[in-house]
């Protein structure tokens, strides 16, 4: 998705684009189940960092509200996720023409600016409410082992809670051994 609109579109070299993938969390926007957009977040101690937002440009040829439309969608999308995982801050660069449209999701600008892939960037910072039912540690046991982003849906190990616990490893036997 984002190979499309940094490498294709904005000429970003592949090593300044692709460089967290595996200590992120990645969102992703479908239009009637195609990929239509996508970004990410990082976590670390006391916030969170929204990242690397794109919109492919076929979603975008129907005029700015489609693209406009689909970029708000993940960007409310994120800061819900990073409140409800009970961060009070995030931080972010935008491209500098970019930066009213996160200031409408929460970000005011630092004014501070940094050069990096070929554009110049603001820096922001966006103070979170917190959320009423944010995880935290003395959140459900159920509730914090449910997958990412599911938290209030049943998941695979609620099910688990219905039998009995019976520590299959103390027994070695067979299954069919034990039962008999």
Known sequence: ???????????????????NEFSC?????????EPAGALR????????KIERLSV??????????????IADALAGFAVELIRRKGYRQMVGHAQKRLYPFWKRHGYQATGEEIVYA??????????LEPHPQAIGVDADPMVVIRPE?????????????MRPATCPHRDRRPREARAA
């Open 25 to 33: 969390t990645h969102v992703l926007c479908k239009v009637a189940g």
């Open 1 to 19: 998705m984002r190979a499309l609109s940094f490498l294709g579109e904005q000429e970003s070299p592949w090593g300044e684009e692709f460089d």
């Open 41 to 48: 977040i990082r976590w670390f101690a006391n916030f969170a």
């Open 118 to 127: 070929d554009h110049t960037y603001v820096l922001m910072v966006g103070h």
């Open 149 to 161: 982003g599911r938290w209030d849906e049943p998941g695979p190990f609620d099910l688990s809670m």
């Open 56 to 69: 492919r440009s076929e979603f975008r040829t129907g005029g700015k509200a489609g693209a406009r439309h």
